[in-house]
């Protein structure tokens, strides 16, 4: 029983929601980079503690895929994001209403359910500075918990990177 808990447990940190959308340059010879560096200005949006667990998330993805993070790189990423909040437009109605003879009338309340829902854009490129500029880029809309405590924001940030960089180098046909 322990061991069917932890399963689903482990699939619930580890699974994202994440809807991405993918683009990049399809003149680009993505054999060519093999490492790659951080923006040093880079503006993420994010809280300082959560910039730094998604870099850590990225850079255990890009090395697993045999990239090295170096200080002068063939390529640099940038990591931006904005909030969403998504306000719920979800509601009862309550109606009261009669008629007698050519008279109508009601009346209609309308109660909210539920309350607002966050999300959080996340944009990340990869530049090439001796190029053309940005090669690779992924958008990432997903949704996140601003109270949840660092140990769940750790598990979404790996399960987020995982998601994103699954498709990289992409598949060029």
Same mark, same amino acid.
């Not at 640099?76 to 306000?87: G, H, L």
């Not at 209403?97 to 309308?110: D, L, P, R, W």
């Given at each position: 029983?322990?061991?069917?808990?932890?399963?689903? =447990?482990?699939?619930? =940190?580890?699974?994202?929601?994440?809807?991405?959308?993918?683009?990049?340059?399809? $003149?680009?010879?993505?054999? *060519?980079?093999?490492?790659?560096?951080?923006?040093?200005?880079?503006?993420?949006?994010? $809280?300082?503690? @959560?910039?730094?667990?998604?870099i850590?998330?990225? @850079?255990?993805?890009?090395?697993?895929? %045999?990239?090295?993070?170096?200080?002068?790189?063939?390529?640099?990423?940038?990591?931006? *994001?904005q909030?969403?909040?998504?306000?719920?437009?979800?509601?009862?109605?309550?109606g009261?209403?009669?008629? %007698?003879?050519?008279?109508?009338?009601?009346? *209609?309340?309308?109660?909210?359910?539920?309350? *607002?829902?966050?999300?959080?854009?996340?944009?990340?490129?990869?530049v090439?500075? $001796?190029?053309?500029?940005?090669?690779?880029?992924?958008?990432?809309?997903? $949704?996140?918990?601003?109270?949840a405590?660092?140990?769940?924001?750790?598990?979404?940030?790996?399960? =987020?990177?995982?998601?994103? =960089?699954?498709?990289?180098?992409?598949?060029?046909?």
């Amino acid at each position: 029983m322990r061991l069917i808990s932890r399963f689903f =447990l482990l699939l619930i =940190l580890t699974s994202c929601g994440a809807v991405i959308n993918y683009d990049y340059e399809s $003149s680009t010879d993505f054999d *060519s980079y093999k490492t790659y560096g951080y923006y040093d200005d880079m503006k993420t949006g994010l $809280s300082e503690l @959560d910039t730094k667990r998604l870099i850590r998330a990225i @850079d255990a993805k890009l090395q697993a895929l %045999g990239f090295q993070r170096v200080d002068v790189a063939d390529f640099y990423i940038d990591i931006q *994001s904005q909030e969403i909040i998504n306000r719920t437009n979800s509601n009862v109605g309550v109606g009261v209403g009669g008629t %007698g003879g050519n008279v109508g009338g009601g009346v *209609s309340v309308g109660i909210p359910l539920g309350g *607002s829902q966050y999300t959080r854009e996340i944009v990340i490129e990869f530049v090439d500075d $001796s190029k053309n500029g940005t090669f690779w880029q992924a958008i990432a809309e997903t $949704s996140f918990n601003p109270n949840a405590k660092p140990e769940k924001r750790e598990a979404q940030f790996m399960a =987020l990177a995982e998601k994103i =960089l699954s498709k990289y180098p992409p598949q060029i046909k």
